[in-house]
């Protein structure tokens, strides 16, 4: 027989680990964890399999339908906004022919269960597009069907996955005699900038924000890449957690759209600044604006409307700014870097 699991892709990023984590502190027990990089020791003792490995790899694919059972995934592997500049085409294949891959193996996995397969998605604040700051300004906070017009290959990777998993769940093989009875549940959050106090962000253009927070405990100066003004939503990433499991957790018939907005604060770099100093008042910040990565940040919102999420889901953050600083970055971070060997 095939070993029931939760698959979890990514699972070496920030958003992987604090998942394993809070799923594992809930009591799921058969958590499979998938990514190119080995899993850190302290995520590896929550998963009693874990994979390294690339999605792209179909041997892999075809292993994990022969030793797997499937019923849930939570797909976090990407690259990010930044990273996916540098590289556009590996970005391509990893974010939108690795989610190809998975939603193929959802709806295999889904034939034998004889049921769906949640799919669960993280796509980004990335998939918004403004052309310039004024319209950025009017903007205020978007709805998820406005201004869906990226200029990353990341956000359009993204964008385009929420289609291909609305395709699969609603459309799949839609001219077949047979069509498939069951195919994925598919489910995706947009998530704005997310800050861990655990792990810091790698190849993110919203990592101004984390980093800065985490060079200051460090006691390292930072060179912020934004202008002062440059303003964005931000969440604390326990509560990016906390949409991804009552996403998945919402009843099928409560949904409204294959993509949500949550948010949480948006404030500017310049008040982000603000707040790291109130914690670290000797931090050493400047800002010497990167023009380029300005520009990607210049063309997302200045915050996302969450309300669908509000009233189909009950979504609300736990963490405003007050409580995110206060009660999760801040002890958290210190703590971090006061530990021997941090
Ligand atoms: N944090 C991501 C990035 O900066 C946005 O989804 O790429």
Redesign the pocket.
């Given at each position: 027989m095939r070993k029931e699991v939760v698959l979890v892709t990514g699972a070496s990023g920030e958003m992987g680990q604090a998942l394993i984590q809070r799923l594992s502190a809930s009591g799921v027990r058969n958590i499979l964890a998938l990514d190119v990089r080995p899993l850190p020791d302290e995520i590896r003792k929550h998963c009693p399999y874990s994979i390294t490995g690339d999605l792209l790899d179909d041997k892999l694919m075809d292993r994990l339908v022969s030793e797997f059972s499937i019923p849930r995934i939570f797909h976090l592997a990407a690259l990010?906004?930044?990273r996916a500049e540098f590289t556009p085409e590996a970005a391509h294949r990893v974010n939108v022919d690795g989610t190809l891959g998975l939603l193929k193996l959802a709806v295999d996995q889904a034939m034998w269960l004889g049921q769906p397969v949640k799919f669960i998605f993280p796509s980004?604040?990335?998939v918004y597009g403004l052309p310039d700051l004024a319209t950025k300004a009017r903007a205020g906070a978007v709805r998820e069907h406005e201004w869906n017009i990226p200029t990353t290959m990341?956000g359009c990777n993204k964008l385009y996955a929420e289609h291909l998993g609305r395709y699969y769940a609603h459309h799949y093989r839609q001219l077949a005699a047979e069509r498939p009875q069951h195919t994925v549940d598919f489910r995706a959050i947009r998530?704005p900038?997310?800050i861990s106090a655990f792990t810091v962000?790698s190849?993110?253009?919203?990592?101004y924000g984390p980093e800065m927070l985490h060079a200051a405990a460090r006691g390292e100066p930072y060179a912020c890449f934004v202008r002062e003004d440059t303003t964005m939503p931000f969440m604390a990433m326990p509560d990016a957690i906390k949409a991804l499991l009552m996403l998945e957790a919402a009843p099928q018939e409560r949904l409204t759209t294959h993509a949500y907005n949550v948010t949480s604060f948006s404030l500017s770099a310049g008040d982000f600044r603000g707040e790291v100093l109130r914690a670290f008042p000797g931090a050493e910040i400047t800002f010497v604006p990167d023009r380029r990565r300005q520009g990607i940040v210049d063309s997302w919102p200045v915050n996302q409307d969450d309300s669908r999420a509000r009233q189909d889901w009950g979504w609300a953050p736990d963490y405003d700014l007050r409580r995110a600083f206060d009660e999760y970055l801040v002890p958290n971070i210190r703590e971090r870097y006061t530990m021997p060997g941090a």
């Open positions: 990010l906004s930044t980004s604040i990335a990341y998530f900038g997310l962000p190849g993110g253009t919203s990592d």
